[in-house]
């Protein structure tokens, strides 16, 4: 054997394999790589999307819990102030319903004190009466008496 001959029988069989693959093998593997690819340029790009949106989801939440954070301080402000109210009203009410108790135990003392001035200024009457009854019962007119001692006790 010759060796340009196989030579050239090499050359030919390996340019014939090259047309082969690249017309029947080539092109299957081309388009499965070029799928490849995008899909992992998209998956990518998704990712970068994901991440972005991460970011802004987590810029709402510190936003939303900022905004939380003052409204329930204002909850709590109002609340405070709400609690001063009522123990101010309280106060307020506890004052009058002293006052009126105060009144009301005034009132009901002078009112004992005129009725125990009454029945003293009675029993003056009735103790003068007696006396003088003792003193004069022989020498003057009891009706007489009677009414001069009444008009002492109103005096008294």
Not at 21 to 29: E, L, Q
Request: glycine letters at 4%; one cysteine or more; proline letters at 1%.
């Amino acid at each position: 054997m010759n060796i340009n001959a196989t030579l050239l029988a090499q050359t030919i069989m390996f340019v014939l394999f090259v047309w082969f693959c690249m017309k029947f093998v080539w092109p299957p593997i081309m388009g499965a790589l070029t799928t490849r690819q995008k899909q992992i340029a998209d998956g990518l790009a998704a990712a970068e999307r994901g991440k972005h949106e991460l970011e802004l989801a987590a810029k709402r939440a510190t936003q939303e819990l900022h905004a939380a954070k003052e409204k329930a301080s204002e909850i709590i402000a109002q609340a405070e102030k709400r609690a001063a109210e009522i123990i101010d009203e309280a106060k307020a009410n506890a004052r009058a319903e002293g006052e009126r108790i105060i009144a009301g135990a005034k009132a009901e003392i002078e009112q004992e004190v005129n009725r125990a001035k009454e029945s003293l200024r009675q029993q003056v009457v009735e103790l003068s009466i007696a006396g003088a009854e003792k003193i004069l019962r022989r020498e003057i007119d009891a009706k007489a008496h009677a009414e001069m001692l009444t008009a002492i006790a109103k005096e008294l």
